[in-house]
């Protein structure tokens, strides 16, 4: 003998309810996948697409991420599945982007500090540091402070961001730096050269405004301070 609490009632009735039973054993009707369903092919017959990279080669693949049609030497294994090379390769990493304001930050205060650092280059050249030895000009240590001087000045304004538009910027500010110094070596020379004569015999002419091997190869090192930064 058993006896029911008045309150479950409904519950009771609904479990030994047929209609339920019936609902919970079979699927409603149209829960099967149709017949014909089956005869759909998932992919694309090859022919309809063609790889985005080779145009010639038909294909049956996309990428999973951008769905572009990519032939087998384009598809890349991921863990996430096939990709093209793009994809694949994932985002590019915030530290890599810089945003325009800071490169326009950055491009001003590199500018401006090659600038201040190749007067002054050019300035203590011609004020007596270039007698220290026969031929020592300090060419070294001025391009160690330019190039560690516009890498570091960048580098502060553009928030640390690294990448090829900050290296591009850092080079060409060691560049102007050095144009910088060597205009106002010219400008203090007694009889300073024209840019047509130096641009008329630059080998010959060079010398006279302490442009050497050694400065060039220095001037170099200045350069890839700036590379080395922001790579
Ligand atoms: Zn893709
Ligand atoms: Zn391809």
Same mark, same amino acid.
């Given at each position: 003998?058993?006896?029911?609490?008045?309150?479950?009632?409904?519950?009771?009735?609904?479990?030994?309810?047929?209609?339920?039973?019936?609902?919970?054993?079979?699927?409603?009707?149209?829960?099967?996948?149709?017949?014909?369903?089956?005869?759909?092919?998932?992919?694309?017959?090859?022919?309809?697409?063609?790889?985005?990279?080779?145009?010639?080669?038909?294909?049956?693949?996309?990428?999973?991420?951008?769905?572009?049609?990519?032939?087998?030497?384009?598809?890349?294994?991921?863990?996430?599945?096939?990709?093209?090379?793009?994809?694949? !390769? &994932?985002?590019?990493?915030?530290?890599?982007?810089? #945003? +325009?304001? *800071? %490169?326009?930050?950055? $491009?001003?205060?590199?500018?401006?500090?090659?600038?201040?650092?190749?007067?002054?280059?050019?300035?203590?050249?011609?004020?007596?540091?270039?007698?220290?030895?026969?031929?020592?000009?300090?060419?070294?240590?001025?391009?160690?402070?330019?190039?560690?001087?516009?890498?570091?000045?960048?580098?502060?304004?553009?928030?640390?961001? !690294? &990448?090829?538009?900050?290296?591009?910027?850092?080079? #060409? +500010?060691? *560049? %102007?730096?050095?144009? $910088?110094?060597?205009?106002?070596?010219?400008?203090?020379?007694?009889?300073?050269?024209?840019?047509?004569?130096?641009?008329?015999?630059?080998?010959?002419?060079?010398?006279?405004?302490?442009?050497?091997?050694?400065?060039?190869?220095?001037?170099?090192?200045?350069?890839?301070?700036?590379?080395?930064?922001?790579?």
């Amino acid at each position: 003998m058993y006896y029911t609490i008045p309150e479950a009632t409904h519950l009771v009735k609904r479990a030994h309810d047929p209609r339920r039973w019936r609902m919970r054993r079979s699927p409603p009707v149209d829960w099967r996948p149709s017949i014909n369903a089956t005869a759909e092919s998932p992919v694309e017959s090859a022919g309809d697409l063609r790889c985005y990279n080779h145009p010639d080669t038909p294909t049956r693949l996309r990428c999973n991420r951008c769905e572009r049609p990519i032939c087998t030497r384009c598809a890349t294994p991921t863990p996430v599945g096939l990709r093209c090379p793009e994809c694949a !390769r &994932g985002p590019v990493p915030v530290v890599y982007q810089t #945003a +325009a304001p *800071l %490169l326009l930050r950055a $491009v001003g205060g590199g500018l401006a500090v090659a600038v201040v650092i190749g007067v002054a280059w050019g300035v203590l050249n011609t004020l007596g540091l270039g007698r220290f030895g026969a031929r020592y000009d300090w060419g070294f240590w001025f391009s160690l402070l330019l190039g560690f001087g516009v890498a570091e000045t960048i580098s502060v304004l553009a928030k640390r961001k !690294r &990448g090829t538009n900050l290296q591009a910027i850092g080079i #060409a +500010a060691v *560049l %102007l730096g050095f144009v $910088v110094s060597r205009a106002v070596l010219n400008a203090r020379r007694t009889r300073p050269l024209s840019l047509e004569q130096f641009l008329g015999d630059p080998l010959n002419t060079a010398p006279f405004l302490r442009i050497e091997l050694l400065t060039l190869i220095f001037l170099a090192l200045a350069c890839a301070i700036a590379w080395r930064r922001f790579r």
